[in-house]
């Protein structure tokens, strides 16, 4: 099993700065299938990245995501007080499939 | 595209629930599905998920031996059959299209099971 640890648990930033949120895997994976979403207060999560570093349909340039092995960023530069939310990473394994990060707030 | 889940409600503990979910929007027969949980104040917890034609299930081991998921290509529709259901179950479920690279590039509002005496 993979386990994802997402930091910091909190980030609390202001307008117009740059957040920086960390996925680190147990193991290494392959980089194809690391994704981040956000998840606003009373909806469904939302896709932002898919393999680790490609934006989602309609997903503004300010998200950027990096990474590989173990390590994996995303980054939300300019931030707007829209982008509050909560951030997962997720991994996909073909054999024990999904697992989730247990998820960043960002507070701005 | 939409995901459209139906079927939860107040169960017992030891009870069953069927959850279901209709796909419009895209050819449902193309692409894996699945189900991701998400317990009150909780993070977000993958359930199960299946194969684009059904011959390939996996299922997280929190709910392994007491969930069966299931697809009807023919309807546009997955399902979902939990028994034993146990107080930590409580969640609200969500059904879950396969993108890119075996990413969720499309949720459904959700589901909410209470499983409480």
């Known amino acids: 099993e993979i386990v994802l640890t997402q930091s910091p648990g909190t980030l609390s930033l202001s307008p117009g700065q740059r957040a920086t949120l960390s996925c680190k895997a147990s193991?290494?994976?392959?980089?194809?299938?690391l994704a981040w979403y956000h998840q606003k207060p009373g909806q469904a999560p939302k896709l932002l990245i898919y393999a680790a570093s490609s934006r989602a349909t309609g997903i503004p340039d300010r998200f950027s995501g990096s990474g590989s092995g173990t390590d994996f960023t995303l980054t939300i530069t300019r931030l707007q007080p829209e982008d509050v939310a909560v951030y997962y990473c997720q991994h996909y394994g073909t054999s024990v499939g999904y697992s989730f990060g247990q998820g960043t707030k960002l507070e701005i | 595209v939409q995901l459209l889940e139906s079927g939860g409600g107040l169960v017992q503990p030891g009870g069953s629930v069927r959850l279901s979910c209709s796909a419009s929007g895209f050819t449902f027969s193309n692409f894996a599905m699945g189900w991701v949980r998400q317990a009150p104040g909780k993070g977000l917890e993958w359930v199960s998920d299946i194969s684009a034609t059904g011959g390939r299930t996996n299922y997280a081991d929190s709910v392994k031996g007491r969930v069966i998921v299931s697809r009807d290509n023919s309807q546009s529709t997955l399902h979902l059959q939990m028994n034993s259901l146990r107080v930590e179950d409580t969640a609200v479920y969500y059904c879950?299209?396969?993108?890119?690279?075996?990413?969720?590039?499309?949720w459904g509002q959700g589901t909410t099971v209470i499983v409480s005496s």
């Open positions: 879950a299209k396969a993108g890119f690279w075996f990413s969720v590039d499309v």
């Open positions: 193991q290494s994976v392959n980089s194809n299938y």
